[in-house]
């Protein structure tokens, strides 16, 4: 039945991302053709997301340890398609814009839960096996997804309004959830005979969190990862915020858009073939170094007045590396975490991920004249030192363990 479950996973992780894409797409697109009361929505449509990421993220990842994690995400997916499907059916566009907003919180809430629950279960319902080619499978196709389906969200906007483009985002939910229906997963029946009062139930949830976090703490291997991720997400930000300026530093109004194009192509590549490597925490490290040596290739051509493509190579490298090196980091957690915690500590790295981008740009923002082709040398030199560093740190520990081993 495992075999199943794989196209299921799937194509249930598609048809939510096909959602997702095209619900922000044509929200943000229609709130800002308001002019300026638009872009004071959008800022709140936006910044509700990150808000509700950080709230329900922890309590997501307790809920995913302590319940049936195949309910939460039907759950999740039922109340989101009846979100969208109710939205898409009101008149009136004042109200449909309040609306928009009120639902783009209540999806924010739902997509804290079906996230967390969607990485836990995925080791529940394959063999073990096959957990690194699923996310192999899976990043590969979504890549692909993010190509296209701007075009094809596009299409649906312009020729039939943001009310379909709700309706479709409604139906792909409804898929999600009759793909999710299906799935058989090996999971032990909780203990149901323990009645908790509202009061109980809140501080036992609290005591999962507490609990999650001790567990991360007392396991070195995975919080020196969470601890070497929260840093690189802080980099990350920097070349985020950089790459759309591309265009003005190297004084040339294709280079964005090339460097976007190349950097697709490495993604792609780096999600097909990234199952093809072993999953071990050298590999993890190695493809993290090399993926900075990738950002560091982008500043080459004005530094040095070499031709521009070895800027669009060194980004395809980067995304390349980078997009096999988070299919192998999610894998990992997957097959090595015990399972009773896996929610935890994807919640965990999702919240890290969310408070560290903010605050590098946070910071690349009040540094003067850090928009320049340099700032790529120094988050491309970061990264991969900090590879490095950890990788060292491990093969001293390989040698003292031997040493040891030999004394005995």
């Known amino acids: 039945m495992k075999k199943y479950n794989y196209i299921k996973l799937i194509i249930s992780r598609l048809l939510d991302q096909v959602g997702n894409v095209t619900y922000d797409y044509a929200n943000s697109v229609w709130i800002a053709s308001m002019g300026t009361i638009g872009h004071k929505y959008l800022g709140i449509y936006q910044f509700s997301e990150t808000i509700i990421s950080i709230i329900f993220n922890p309590i997501a990842g307790a809920l995913a340890d302590r319940t049936n994690r195949k309910k939460i995400l039907l759950v999740t997916d039922f109340i989101s398609a009846l979100i969208c499907i109710l939205v898409s059916l009101i008149g009136n566009n004042q109200v449909l814009l309040y609306c928009i907003i009120i639902a783009n919180i209540l999806l924010a809430i739902t997509y804290s839960f079906s996230s967390t629950a969607f990485k836990s279960i995925v080791p529940q319902a394959l063999k073990s096996d096959k957990v690194l080619s699923f996310n192999s499978s899976v990043e590969t196709l979504l890549q692909i997804l993010s190509v296209l389906s701007p075009i094809f969200t596009y299409f649906i906007y312009y020729t039939f309004g943001i009310r379909v483009a709700l309706l479709v ?240």
Do not use: W
């Open 169 to 408: 985002n409604g139906f792909s939910f409804a898929g999600s959830f009759l793909a999710i229906l299906t799935i058989m997963e090996d999971v032990e029946i909780k203990d149901k005979s323990e009645k908790l009062t509202v009061k109980k139930s809140i501080s036992k949830l609290f005591n999962d969190i507490k609990d999650g976090l001790k567990y991360i703490i007392s396991n070195r291997e995975l919080f020196e990862l969470l601890i070497l991720s929260a840093a690189v997400n802080f980099f990350l930000s920097f070349y985020n915020f950089l790459l759309p300026f591309s265009n003005v530093l190297f004084k040339n109004q294709e280079v964005y858009s090339k460097l976007l194009f190349y950097g697709a192509i490495g993604a792609i590549l780096g999600a097909f073939l990234s199952k093809f490597t072993s999953n071990t925490r050298k590999t993890l490290l190695l493809l993290l170094c090399f993926s900075g040596i990738g950002i560091m290739c982008i500043a080459v051509p004005i530094i040095f007045s070499t031709p521009m493509l070895i800027a669009y190579i060194g980004n395809l490298i980067f995304m390349f590396f980078l997009t096999a090196y988070n299919i192998h980091f999610v894998s990992r957690i997957q097959e090595n975490v015990a399972d009773e915690y896996l929610g935890r500590v994807f919640s965990t790295v999702f919240t890290i991920a969310i408070l560290f981008m903010p605050l590098g740009t946070a910071t690349i923002t009040l540094i003067p004249s850090a928009v320049n082709c340099y700032t790529f040398l120094v988050v491309g030199s970061a990264i991969t030192i900090m590879s490095l560093i950890m990788l060292s740190l491990k093969n001293k520990d390989n040698t003292l363990k031997q040493v040891n081993s030999n004394k005995s």
